[in-house]
């Protein structure tokens, strides 16, 4: 499939290893937030998402962070794993009657063996 | 497998033509989002279409438009095509527009290629 992004940012982890991703999104009125995972030739998938009355959510190994003061998300992997390798997008949307997200431009997450 | 289908996989085409791409939504869902994803400009929001009323627009050029049928299935129609244009187009669908539930799921994709 078609290589996303061929410039982006890379964070390379060990398996077995924490893996961090950030972003920052860049309106103050954005209420929403999504992480998306998008492997090689396939279509964005939802990860876990957090609201904006939350600091924090945690999911099946993953955890969101979020800091309205500095505008700061983040996700947190625990023990990550090969499966996990692929380009992790924010995203943030300021608009609930219709759902207009604005995207992050992408961290290519790295497992080494 | 995201229950979201879209066709054609793959588009070649000219300058100056106009192509659609179609998407159809996962059963039940009544929103509709499209996407453009492009290495320069990385993904970014076009359309939503809940239950076939347009709901919000991202930087949808003047150039394209799109429309959600009765039975919820989608079009996005692209015209006076640019090389600017290739790119992957990316339909989602989730079953609300609203606040409670916004999992989006999104398609295959459609890769566009215009020469």
């Known amino acids: 499939g078609e290589s996303v992004g061929l410039h982006l940012p890379t964070l390379s982890v060990q398996e077995g290893d924490n893996s961090i991703i950030n972003c920052a999104y860049s309106?103050?009125?954005?209420?929403?937030f999504i992480w998306y995972k998008q492997e090689s030739g396939k279509g964005p998938q939802f990860i876990i998402d957090?609201?904006?009355?939350?600091d924090k959510r945690q999911g099946q190994r993953v955890t969101v962070l979020l800091n309205k003061t500095v505008k700061h998300l983040s996700l947190q992997i625990a023990a990550t794993q090969p499966g996990d390798s692929a380009v992790y997008f924010c995203?943030?949307?300021?608009?609930?009657?219709?759902?207009?997200?604005?995207f992050g431009p992408g961290t290519r997450l790295s497992v080494l063996p | 497998d995201s229950g979201v289908t879209q066709t054609p996989k793959h588009l070649i085409t000219a300058t100056g033509q106009r192509v659609t791409l179609r998407c159809s939504p996962r059963?039940?869902?009544?929103?509709v989002y499209w996407y453009q994803q492009s290495l320069d400009q990385g993904l970014q929001f076009l359309i939503h279409?809940?239950?076939?009323?347009?709901?919000a627009k991202g930087n949808i050029l003047e150039r394209f438009s799109a429309q959600q049928f009765p039975d919820l299935h989608s079009e996005l129609n692209l015209s006076s095509l640019e090389l600017g244009d290739s790119a992957l187009y990316f339909c989602?669908?989730?079953?609300?527009?609203?606040?409670?539930?916004?999992?989006?799921?999104f398609g295959p994709g459609t890769r566009l290629t215009v020469l």
């Open positions: 989602a669908s989730s079953e609300t527009s609203g606040v409670s539930y916004n999992e989006q799921f």
């Open positions: 957090i609201r904006s009355n939350m």
């Open positions: 279409y809940y239950n076939g009323e347009e709901r």
């Open positions: 059963s039940g869902d009544l929103s």
């Open positions: 309106n103050s009125a954005s209420d929403y």
């Open positions: 995203a943030e949307t300021v608009d609930n009657y219709g759902q207009n997200f604005v």
